[in-house]
Nanobody, 119 residues
C-alpha cells in the first residue's frame, strides 16, 4: 500500500504564507501525478493544484498567482507554497497521489493538514 504523509499546516494571518509538504512511499517513476485538494467546513473537497510526472501544473482559479506547486522527484515529495493567504483559503488540505502500485493505477490520499487563516 502507498503511504502519503503531509506536513506544514498551521495558523497564519491573512496575507501570510505557508508551505505544505507531502511525501509518498513509492518511487517517483511510479507516480503519475501529485497534488493538493482542500475541504472547508461544510463544503466539498476541491482541487487546489496538481502536477504531472512531466511537470505540467494545473491550479484552481481561486489560487492562481498566489499558490505554487512543485515536486522533488528524488524525494518523492510535492510542495505547495501558499502566499497572500486569505481567510477563504482556510481548510483541511489533503495530499493526493496517483501512482502505479502492483501494476494498478490507484489514487492515494494523506490524512490531511489543517490550514487556518485569521483575518
Amino acid at each position: 500500500q502507498v503511504q502519503v504523509a503531509e506536513s506544514g499546516g498551521g495558523l497564519v494571518q491573512a496575507g501570510g504564507s505557508l508551505r505544505l509538504s507531502c511525501a509518498a512511499s513509492i518511487a517517483s517513476n511510479n507516480i503519475n501525478a501529485m497534488g493538493w485538494y482542500r475541504q472547508a467546513l461544510g463544503k466539498q473537497r476541491q482541487l487546489v493544484a496538481i502536477i504531472s510526472s512531466g511537470g505540467t501544473t494545473n491550479y484552481a482559479d481561486s489560487v492562481k498567482g498566489r499558490f505554487t506547486i512543485s515536486r522533488d522527484n528524488a524525494k518523492n515529495t510535492v510542495y505547495l507554497q501558499m502566499n497572500s493567504l486569505k481567510p477563504e483559503d482556510a481548510a483541511v488540505y489533503y495530499c493526493y497521489v496517483r501512482a502505479y502500485y502492483n501494476n494498478y493505477l490507484g489514487q492515494y490520499w494523506g490524512q490531511g493538514t489543517q490550514v487556518t487563516v485569521s483575518s
